[in-house]
């Protein structure tokens, strides 16, 4: 096995590939990257029974060959080659790694006892890239941290048609993002699979320059064990599917008569990041919206008080007061686009609905919505 390639390709590669790896296993060689030398490229994989990467590189292969090494061991020697043209063999059992004068030999793992890379699951449809990478970060704020329920960590994912929705909740947020998608086959069915988020968020990134990410998906009813594939730039990956469904949300978003308040998105989130400073842990926001115009900021108890008014308009009740937890509040606020932000509120204790205010009609507007608890008791 031989081959050549550029030093910031090879470094990039690895490091993409490396994402794949587990930060601690009981199996050695599901720490290490595959290299397979073909004609004209090199192909880098990784492999953890999980998640699955795959990408390839340009290179001028002298001897087609395959090499299993430590994935991380590898990507610190590319972070410190020189920048030049870098030639790569197999001595034995040794890897070698040649470039500007500078030469590392690493030794090699039992390629035969490293695990068959899974098959793509069939594509499904095209989304484009970065769109999908904005919707994916726009949502998991709202996924669980609590890996002792691990679908609440997941990110729900619905193709339906030519949409694509993506959701997640911790049971006292919820949001929710649709984006445009072109599915494989015109009449495919209704599809709803739960994603490890923290995977999904760095793939997505990952693949956000890539211009379109072609999804494959083998479902599996909603017990786990399927496989969803992303494809993009020369770059494949697959995730395993998280066992079970997220909560319902159409009920939860559909809010009876609410009272309506707008302002500037930009100016409350700078207003709750500094009344939040005399905060207790776990201490509320409270808003006090107002039909005169105004919605007043108040936080902290006894000595240490904080309070900012801002204009706001209210519709649907003569005024309007509910508090939040003020990190939820500003991470929701953030995940918004639009100059402004629209409330659909019922009141202390009940669940707050967050959206864009200047979109032209209500089907943009529920493009991305963000669902809040309120708390029950204002200070």
């Known amino acids: 096995m031989k081959f050549r390639t550029e030093r910031n390709a090879l470094a990039e590669a690895v490091g993409w590939a490396a994402r794949s790896l587990p930060a601690r296993s009981p199996v050695p060689v599901l720490g290490g990257l595959l290299l397979t030398a073909e004609e004209g490229l090199l192909?880098?994989?990784g492999f953890d029974y999980e998640v699955s990467a795959n990408i390839e590189v340009s290179a001028?292969?002298?001897e087609a060959g395959q090499v299993l090494v430590l994935g991380r061991r590898l990507l610190d020697i590319c972070k410190v080659l020189p920048d030049a043209t870098v030639a790569c063999a197999l001595d034995g059992a040794r890897f070698t790694i040649e470039g500007g004068g500078t030469r590392f030999g690493l030794s090699t793992l039992p390629r035969e006892e490293y695990p068959k890379l899974p098959e793509l699951p069939a594509l499904r449809g095209v989304v484009d890239a970065t769109e999908f990478a904005a919707?994916?970060?726009q949502v998991v704020i709202a996924a669980g941290r609590d890996d002792a329920l691990p679908v609440l960590t997941g990110i729900g994912l619905r193709l339906d048609g030519e949409s694509m929705t993506l959701a997640a909740s911790d049971r006292y947020r919820y949001a929710v993002r649709t984006v445009p998608w072109k599915p494989e086959e015109a009449d495919s069915d209704v599809v709803e699979?739960?994603?490890p988020g923290r995977r999904l968020t760095d793939i997505s990134r990952s693949l956000a320059k890539s211009g379109q990410v072609r999804i494959g998906l083998s479902d599996s009813g909603g017990r786990g064990g399927g496989l969803i594939a992303f494809e993009g730039a020369g770059m494949r990956t697959t995730l395993r599917l998280l066992e079970g469904r997220l909560p319902r949300y159409d009920k939860l978003f559909a809010l009876d008569s609410p009272a309506v308040a707008v302002t500037e998105r930009e100016a409350l989130a700078d207003a709750v990041r500094r009344v939040a400073v005399v905060a207790e842990p776990n201490s509320p926001i409270r808003l006090d919206f107002s039909a005169q115009g105004t919605v007043l900021l108040q936080a902290g108890y006894e000595d240490d008080i904080a309070s900012q008014q801002l204009p706001a308009t209210l519709?649907?009740?003569p005024d309007m007061a509910v508090a939040f937890n003020p990190a939820y509040l500003l991470e929701a606020l953030n995940s918004?686009?639009?100059?402004?932000v629209r409330f659909d509120l019922l009141g202390p204790g009940q669940r707050a609905l967050l959206s864009g205010a200047l979109?032209?009609?209500d089907v943009a507007r529920e493009e991305h919505?963000?669902?809040l608890m309120s708390v029950r008791q204002l200070s």
Do not use: K, P
């Open 43 to 45: 192909r880098i994989s």
């Open 60 to 62: 001028r292969t002298g």
């Open 135 to 137: 919707a994916v970060a």
């Open 193 to 195: 699979v739960v994603i």
């Open 315 to 317: 519709s649907g009740a």
């Open 336 to 340: 918004l686009s639009d100059s402004q």
């Open 359 to 361: 979109a032209a009609d």
């Open 369 to 371: 919505r963000h669902l």
